[in-house]
């Protein structure tokens, strides 16, 4: 017999997905203890588990990998291959319609981009003090991209606006917001993407009190720190439309002591997404105002399921004693405020922990 922890790890399934696969009537234990409900497995059951995983893995409907199991164990192996061939015929015919519709889009895109003038063409001139603007990129570097397939998120957002700055960074599973008041700009708002080795440049010179300016001339960006300066080239690439990222106001908010919260995080029970094997933390709101990391076997409805080094880097980028989490459902993205400042924040996507 293999206990559930054992059967995760042999089959490639996590111990959430077998719970949940258990209450689906897909993979029953052979044995569940009755007093504490542990589930045991039988010798037997390995092979379908990790049927069930490439099952799965290659997307797979429930429905269907019920009555493949069935199959399997019944030795019907036409059956078997019939609907492993349905399936696959399903999946071809999904890639085809969506070659189809990419190739739609790219079209909108050539004309969409042949119609547009330079976004690369303005001149601005701003003053902004060095801590302010140094603070604020501390908070948002943390989540700029790397993957070399996304140029586009692969360095901060600049959006200038009329007596404020914004610099933004996402890869996609979190997105950071910072807010810097500026002096010396009140023309039309101008956007720029300053590639994440300029940004770091730009960080090191804000070592001092005093202002220093920024200036965008057409694409190329410079920061200048008295008798210092760092310039370089933005991004030729359009950054997402942030604000339409933004969860919309509601949920829990909860103050957390951050250095309690984080030893929580670091010493509590840790899972693996099924689907690549990231470490994940998860979350709930408790019945006295806190947010407790679940331990294992809390089925509770409100969990939050979220990468944990994420959300660790997330309280390090706040640079405060205390922050304010906010969580509202298990598909919410959940975000982490300064309470001081409602423009400097941090949302982290959830991740799902069962199917």
């Not at 339409?244 to 909860?254: C, D, F, H, S, V």
């Not at 094997?277 to 990391?293: C, F, H, K, N, Y």
């Not at 944990?308 to 304010?324: C, I, K, M, S, Y």
């Given at each position: 017999m293999r206990s559930i922890g054992e059967m995760a790890r042999d089959s490639g399934l996590g111990v959430s997905a077998l719970r949940f696969y258990d209450r689906a009537g897909v993979l029953v234990p052979a044995r569940v203890d009755p007093v504490s409900g542990y589930r045991w497995y039988g010798p037997g059951q390995l092979d379908e588990a990790r049927l069930l995983a490439r099952l799965r893995r290659a997307g797979m409907p429930l429905a269907d990998v019920r009555l493949v199991l069935a199959a399997w164990s019944g030795q019907d192996t036409g059956l078997v291959r019939g609907l492993l061939d349905s399936h696959l015929g399903r999946l071809e015919q999904g890639l085809s319609d969506a070659r189809g519709e990419f190739s739609a889009l790219r079209a909108l895109l050539d004309h969409r981009e042949n119609s547009m003038t330079s976004l690369h063409t303005a001149t601005v001139r701003l003053s902004v003090a060095a801590p302010e603007l140094a603070a604020a990129l501390d908070a948002v570097r943390f989540a700029a991209s790397a993957d070399p397939e996304l140029p586009m998120l692969g360095g901060v957002l600049f959006d200038?606006?009329?007596?404020?700055?914004?610099?933004?960074?996402?890869?996609?599973?979190?997105?950071?917001?910072?807010?810097?008041?500026?002096?010396?700009?009140?023309?039309?708002?101008?956007?720029?993407?300053?590639?994440?080795?300029?940004?770091?440049?730009?960080?090191?010179?804000?070592?001092?009190?005093?202002?220093?300016?920024?200036?965008?001339?057409?694409?190329?960006?410079?920061?200048?720190?008295?008798?210092?300066?760092?310039?370089?080239?933005?991004?030729?690439?359009?950054?997402?439309?942030?604000?339409?990222?933004?969860?919309?106001?509601?949920?829990?908010?909860?103050?957390?002591?951050?250095?309690?919260?984080?030893?929580?995080?670091?010493?509590?029970?840790?899972?693996?997404?099924?689907?690549?094997?990231?470490?994940?933390?998860?979350?709930?709101?408790?019945?006295?105002?806190?947010?407790?990391?679940?331990?294992?076997?809390?089925?509770?409805?409100?969990?939050?399921?979220?990468?944990?080094?994420?959300?660790?880097?997330?309280?390090?980028?706040?640079?405060?004693?205390?922050?304010?989490?906010?969580?509202d459902t298990p598909t919410t993205p959940i975000a982490i405020r300064r309470p001081d400042e409602e423009d400097t924040f941090s949302i982290l996507m959830p991740v799902r922990l069962e199917d």
């Open positions: 200038i606006e009329p007596g404020g700055l914004h610099v933004v960074a996402t890869d996609r599973y979190r997105l950071a917001v910072a807010g810097v008041g500026v002096t010396g700009h009140d023309g039309d708002p101008v956007r720029v993407v300053v590639p994440a080795p300029l940004t770091d440049a730009m960080r090191a010179l804000l070592d001092d009190e005093a202002p220093v300016r920024l200036s965008v001339d057409g694409d190329r960006v410079t920061l200048e720190a008295g008798d210092r300066q760092v310039a370089g080239q933005c991004l030729d690439h359009e950054f997402p439309e942030y604000r339409r990222l933004l969860p919309l106001p509601g949920g829990r908010r909860t103050p957390i002591d951050v250095a309690a919260f984080r030893k929580a995080l670091e010493t509590g029970p840790v899972r693996s997404a099924e689907a690549d094997g990231q470490e994940l933390s998860v979350l709930r709101p408790a019945d006295d105002g806190t947010v407790i990391v679940c331990a294992d076997g809390d089925e509770s409805p409100d969990r939050v399921a979220v990468n944990r080094r994420f959300l660790l880097d997330a309280l390090t980028a706040g640079a405060r004693d205390r922050l304010v989490l906010e969580l």
